[in-house]
C-alpha cells in the first residue's frame, strides 16, 4: 500500500464524518416534526457543502499522480487541513439538537452565518495556500501554471462571496449565492465522468 493510499483512507474518513454529520442532523430535524419551523438556506447549506465535500475530496483523488512527486508531510497535512475547514463548514449548516422548545432554522441560519462562512472562507483562503504549493514544484510550466491560477481566480472570488456573507445580512445575497453555487457545482462538474 502506497502512502498516497493510506493518506487516502485518512482524508475518506474525515469526509464520511462531514456527511455524517449532515445526515445525522437532518434525521434529528426531521424527528423533531413540529418543533422545526423550516426554512430552505440552512438546508442548502448543507447540500451545497455535503456536494462540495465530496467534490473536493473526488478531485483530490483525481490528481493523486500529481500528490505522488510531492508525498512529504506538508502535502499530506494541505488536503488534510482543507477537508477540516469543509467538516467544520458542514457541521455549522445545520444544529446537532433541537430543544423542547422548537427552532427556527432561518434564525438558526443568519445566527450561525459567522461560523458557516467564516470556516467557508478559511476554506477557500488556505485553498489559495495549496495552489501556490502545488505551482513552484511544478517548475512553473505554461499549462500547470494556467491551470493552477485559474483554480487561484476562483477560490480567490468564492472566498471573497463567503466573506460577504459574514457581514451582509440581506436574504436575497445569501439565497443568490446559495443557490448560484449550487448549480455551478452541478452545472460544472455535473458531466464530468467519475473514473
Known amino acids: 500500500m502506497t502512502s498516497f493510499e493510506y493518506a487516502a483512507i485518512f482524508y475518506g474518513i474525515v469526509v464520511g464524518l462531514a456527511l455524517t454529520n449532515i445526515m445525522s442532523s437532518v434525521h434529528k430535524l426531521v424527528e423533531a416534526g413540529r418543533r422545526v419551523r423550516w426554512h430552505w438556506m440552512a438546508p442548502l447549506a448543507a447540500v451545497d457543502y455535503a456536494i462540495l465535500t465530496t467534490i473536493n475530496f473526488w478531485l483530490w483523488w483525481v490528481t493523486r499522480d500529481q500528490m505522488r512527486s510531492h508525498s512529504t508531510f506538508l502535502f499530506f497535512l494541505l488536503p488534510l487541513t482543507g477537508l477540516t475547514f469543509l467538516y467544520l463548514s458542514c457541521a455549522a449548516t445545520l444544529p446537532d439538537e433541537v430543544p423542547e422548545t422548537g427552532i427556527d432554522l432561518r434564525d438558526y441560519y443568519f445566527a450561525n452565518r459567522y461560523r458557516i462562512w467564516g470556516f467557508s472562507a478559511g476554506f477557500y483562503l488556505f485553498n489559495q495556500v495549496q495552489v501556490m504549493m502545488n505551482v513552484v514544484p511544478g517548475g512553473y510550466s505554461g499549462t500547470l501554471l494556467h491551470a493552477n491560477l485559474v483554480y487561484f481566480g476562483i477560490n480567490a472570488f468564492a472566498a471573497a462571496e463567503c466573506i460577504s456573507l459574514i457581514f ?10 446559495l443557490i448560484s453555487g449550487l448549480a455551478s457545482l452541478l452545472l460544472f462538474f455535473g458531466p464530468m465522468p467519475i473514473i
Do not use: G, N, S
Not at 451582509?168 to 449565492?177: D, I, K
Open 168 to 177: 451582509v445580512r440581506a436574504p436575497w445575497w445569501h439565497a443568490f449565492v
